[in-house]
């Protein structure tokens, strides 16, 4: 009998957002996937990543990556303009900074985007198989 597990992962500290790098390194991530929501401070990221958590690392899911509270966004080497551009994510570290955080999400061909805010909250949740 198939098992079916969705993960829901959130994070509020190092150990946590290290946990959901660790399940997100190596999703592919559409250009046109990649959300700020200014007014709401939210900053989205739909992948499709390999369930390597559950040792199903030949099973693909669609997750979105969810980040909370962020006041600023710095993204470099996006294309804007090719929004079917496909990114591979590496990682997720940050950097705190006085009472702020500098999230860093790292992916293929030097692209980097860098998420401002003064809370650490992060979530990782799977939508559907593919």
């Given at each position: 009998?198939?098992?079916?597990?969705?993960?829901?992962?959130?994070?509020?500290?190092?150990?946590?957002?290290?946990?959901?790098?660790?399940?997100?390194?190596?999703?592919?991530?559409?250009?046109?996937?990649?959300?700020?929501?200014?007014?709401?401070?939210?900053?989205?990221?739909?992948?499709?990543?390999?369930?390597?958590?559950?040792?199903?690392?030949?099973?693909?899911?669609?997750?979105?990556?969810?980040?909370?509270?962020?006041?600023?966004?710095?993204?470099?080497?996006?294309?804007?303009?090719?929004?079917?551009?496909?990114?591979?994510?590496?990682?997720?570290?940050?950097?705190?900074?006085?009472?702020?955080?500098?999230?860093?999400?790292?992916?293929?061909?030097?692209?980097h985007i860098?998420?401002?805010?003064?809370?650490?909250?992060?979530?990782?949740?799977?939508?559907?198989?593919?």
């Open positions: 009998m198939d098992k079916k597990y969705l993960a829901k992962i959130i994070a509020t500290d190092n150990e946590g957002l290290q946990m959901i790098s660790a399940c997100s390194s190596g999703a592919k991530v559409v250009v046109s996937n990649i959300k700020y929501l200014a007014s709401n401070k939210v900053f989205l990221l739909s992948i499709e990543r390999t369930k390597t958590e559950t040792g199903q690392g030949d099973k693909n899911i669609s997750s979105i990556l969810r980040f909370d509270f962020i006041s600023k966004v710095v993204s470099k080497n996006i294309d804007q303009s090719k929004p079917k551009t496909i990114l591979e994510l590496l990682a997720i570290d940050y950097l705190k900074n006085n009472n702020d955080y500098e999230i860093n999400l790292f992916f293929n061909n030097n692209v860098v998420l401002s805010s003064d809370t650490l909250e992060c979530r990782l949740e799977d939508q559907l198989d593919l």
